[in-house]
């Protein structure tokens, strides 16, 4: 960047130079110069990289992106972690619940990773200590070819044993919307996630919730 | 000079191109591509080797490639934003040096693309994800004209082959009432527009299509009213299911831009600051205003002169066949026409002409003026500018150019599993068989394609 700017500063100077003498020139010749100049500064950039806080909202694209991930990960976990379904269920079983992340099905106009999402919502069900989380049916079959290779491979002290797994009690389940309203260059995009906590055993919805989040991008 | 030196080096890449596809060889075409990438994706023109490569990464099967590429495009779109030095420079130099932002019709067709990537990669619900971006870019275009001045004969402002892919799409993922809204609309503009302006009938497969729709659904006003006007009657009979294959022809190649001029002769207007651009062969007279100080009397546009005005046009490549048919289990399934790519472009810029017109006057009067106001002084370098300015008065001829001329499509029911067909392309002379294989998913539908060039091209 800078050495474009010393290399226009230079010529631009030479030609300032010769143009003095003809004042009226000067006039024509200035606009010609600002455009070259935008264009030749326009066209480079020099990449800029700084480290920052991971849990920072940052909003570039205004498409949907880790922090809103975070949001309606939390907003889920504040809304149905203390409600009658865990209480009941420990006052029955006198053992913590234990849930399964299922499918977030994406409804939406934009190609989301619900694997992403699934992912926050675990570790915030795990980081709140109040509920057990058990693997995806996809880490399930991972895990259990490893523990087919134990049987054949690993030490008998360390080999795990089949059957030990632990059934999940309650199932959770999400669908994300989205409503596109835009004109011109500006666009409001309204996310709806509805999650539905299901009872293995008996199909019951046990808790439903909803978080919403807005966003109006100006372009 | 420097604006001119990098628009020819794309107009060469992009003639190259165009020659192995002439010839049939998609991975010639494609190679091409390979090579300087970094230089392409930092291009104003990054648009066209995004969609350009992602076309022939489809032609060659390369379905996640393709995919990634016209994923980026997407974003690209998107994020697309002002740029006021090239703005600024395309008032003075030219429309070439504007970041490349594609025709209506491309923004519209390479969701097609994505669509079909997508469902070829057994991606359902990715493949919906696209068909609602779809949805979101056709009101984009409604919007757009909605408040521009209204033609003799509707703009391409809709199109009903992208709202009948998005019924397709929501038709395979069980979404019925959507697919259905999505058959409505397709229908209407089948039948408002496509026939008069584009001269594409309603395909048959449609009207079965839309038929069951309404039926399945329990339309049973619409399904009567349908039958009615195509003059058929819907077998009540049959599976409410329709096939679960559809099949894409691309044929040929998209009209490519090429450039005309016409030249004006610039005469003082009547009030002071005017001047007139006139054309007597073609009958246009356009007043242009320039600022008072220009048109007084010895000064700028104060003598008679004639200037060379540049414009885009279209100029149709077609296509080498001119029929197609599926051959599957000793039936055939003809290959209906349901978007004429090459009808679409020209009536978009034929529409724009007299925008394009005035954009590009406006510029020759600005360069006008600089040019008299320096020779005023400096006649030498007044003559250099007039010289630059003839040499940079050039008309932007970029366009998505890998681009069927036609898509056609048909609908079949496959088994489940690996399935082998026969898309027959045929000329009067001329027939050539291409064998295809789709993997058939027990569940939903699955889509394909494939685009033919020429006889005996090279695309595995």
Known sequence: MYKKIYALTVLWNGIWQTLKKHTAMKKQILPL???TSLLVLGSCSQRQVTRINPDEQTD????????????????MIDQSIDKNWRT????????????????????????IDPIAIVKQIESAYVNTGKVRVVATADERKEVRDEREDQQIFANEETRKAWGKEKGADFMLMGVLYSVTDQYAKEKVVSYQIDFELIDIETNEKVWMGQSKIKKHIKN | MFALASCSQIALKQGEINASLYQGNVQQAYDVLNQDIEKWKKDRNALLYYWNKGTLAWMLGKYQESSDLFLISDYYLEDMYRNYANTAASLFINDKVRQYSGEDHERVLFHYYQILNFMQLGKTESAQVQARRLMLELQRLDDRYKDAPKLSIKRYQEDAFAHLLIALVFESA????????????AYRIFKEDYAAIYGVQMPAQFKQDIMRMAWRLGF??????????????????QSTKGGNTVFFWNNGLSPTKQEVSLNFAVVRGTEPGWVVFVNTDYGFAFPMYVGEDKTANGSSFSQIDVVRATFPKYFTRGAYFNRAKVLSGGQEYPMETIEDVSAVAIKELDDRFHEEIGKTLLRLALKKAAEYELRKNNPEAGAALGLINFFTEQADTRSWESLPHQISY??????????????RTETDLVIQDHPISLYVPKQGMVFGGFHTLQPGQVVR
């Open chain 1, 33 to 35: 110069m600002l455009v």
């Open chain 1, 60 to 75: 570039l694209s205004g498409r949907w992106n880790d922090t809103d991930n975070k949001i309606v990960a939390d907003d």
């Open chain 1, 88 to 111: 009941e269920f420990e006052t029955l079983k006198s053992r913590k619940a234990v849930v399964i992340v299922g499918r977030i099905k994406n409804n939406t106009s934009e190609h």
């Open chain 2, 174 to 185: 069980g979404d019925l009432d959507n697919s259905y809204v999505s058959y409505k609309n």
């Open chain 2, 220 to 237: 049973y006003d619409d399904l009567e009213r349908y039958e009615k006007e195509f003059g058929i009657s819907y077998d009540r009979k």
């Open chain 2, 410 to 423: 048909t609908r079949l029911s496959l088994d489940p599993g690996t399935q082998n067909f026969i898309l």
